[in-house]
């Protein structure tokens, strides 16, 4: 996983230090400088850039990373590289700090609890939908989920489908049919029984379509959801952000579902998301079926990516 990133920032290759007598560090016990750090922010920057991190989180690890790196001296006995990897890692951590809401104590402390789910056209709505359905239904909550998708030929038939094979409650109203009104009917359902979870599937919208951002508006009002999820497909790089953006903007949105991370896929976007929008990626697709939605775990991340 994270391939790519993984190999760039695995910073195999040796970097330089003036060499300087390792006399003064063991009479001293001060040790080297570090050195010149440009060059190795700079093959860092383009790396990361490569990787899909956005050109403004790139600069802003690469000065964070200078920062941290001030006035350090390698001591005797320390690895320079392994000094830099270090500084590395823990810049890339502190960006990533932000809180990462707990959804299934969200949803056990409310009833009906509903989440709506946007995003582009393909990037994984309907079966992060499905994929959500699964897990509260194993948590032992009551799930009814809106085929509020009813802009696209088949996208009803997919999302009930999917129910079937789950066993869960699809609202549905015909193709065509307006989606706030089928929002609205699925949350009046779930009303009637306890522990009731909401999911709310819609339809793919295109960045310039303002119909169907508009309608979007109207099924967040009429549904007045306690969690607005985006789905970005992490295999759309750096246009994630722009789309998360977007979103943003237009409904609010809560958190960040990064889908088919499980493709050969770059990871860069996932660092961009949250150090620039200041949202939390909540969980991760990593696969077709319905147990493949991981919680999203910053230490894993930095794993994959690093180690
Ligand atoms: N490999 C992989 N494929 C995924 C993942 N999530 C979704 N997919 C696939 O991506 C394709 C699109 O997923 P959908 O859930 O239909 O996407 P959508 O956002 O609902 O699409 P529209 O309704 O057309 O806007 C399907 O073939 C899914 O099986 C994932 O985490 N990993
Ligand atoms: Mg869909």
């Not at 958190?255 to 860069?268: R, S």
């Not at 929008?277 to 696969?287: A, Q, T, Y």
């Amino acid at each position: 996983m994270f391939e790519k990133l993984k190999e760039k920032l695995g910073l195999k290759k040796k970097t330089s230090i003036e060499e300087s007598s390792f006399e003064d560090s063991l009479t001293t016990g001060l040790g080297k400088p570090i050195g010149d750090l440009d060059e190795f922010t700079d093959d860092l920057k383009i790396s990361l850039l490569e990787a899909d991190v956005s050109l403004a989180t790139a600069e802003k690890l690469s000065d964070n990373l200078k920062g941290k790196l001030k006035g350090k001296r390698i001591k005797f006995g320390e690895d320079r590289d392994k000094v830099l990897k270090e500084a590395v890692k823990s810049t890339i951590t502190d960006m990533l700090k932000i809180k990462i809401p707990n959804l299934y104590s969200m949803a056990s402390s409310k009833s009906p609890f509903i989440i709506l789910l946007v995003g582009m056209n393909g990037t994984g709505k309907t079966t992060t939908a499905a994929k959500l359905a699964y897990e509260f239904k194993k948590r032992d909550h009551y799930v009814v989920i809106a085929a509020a998708d009813t802009f696209r030929a088949g996208a009803i038939d997919q999302i009930f489908i999917h129910g079937e094979k789950l066993g869960v409650k699809v609202v549905k109203h015909q193709a065509g049919s307006d989606p706030a009104s089928v929002a609205f009917d699925a949350v009046s359902h779930a009303s009637k029984y306890p522990r009731s979870v909401v999911i709310i599937d819609t339809a793919g919208r295109m960045q310039t379509n303002k119909n169907l951002l508009e309608e979007m508006k109207k099924i967040k009002r009429v549904s007045k959801p306690d969690f607005t999820i985006l789905t970005v497909d992490a295999l759309s790089g750096n246009d994630a952000l722009n789309q998360a953006k977007m979103f943003d903007e237009a409904v609010g949105i809560d958190a960040i579902v990064v889908t088919k991370i499980d493709a050969d896929t770059k990871g860069g976007s996932i660092l961009s998301l949250i150090y620039e929008l200041k949202k939390p990626v909540i969980f991760v697709g990593n696969g077709q079926t319905y147990e493949d939605l991981m919680e999203f775990d910053p230490n894993w991340y930095i794993k994959n990516i690093i180690d």
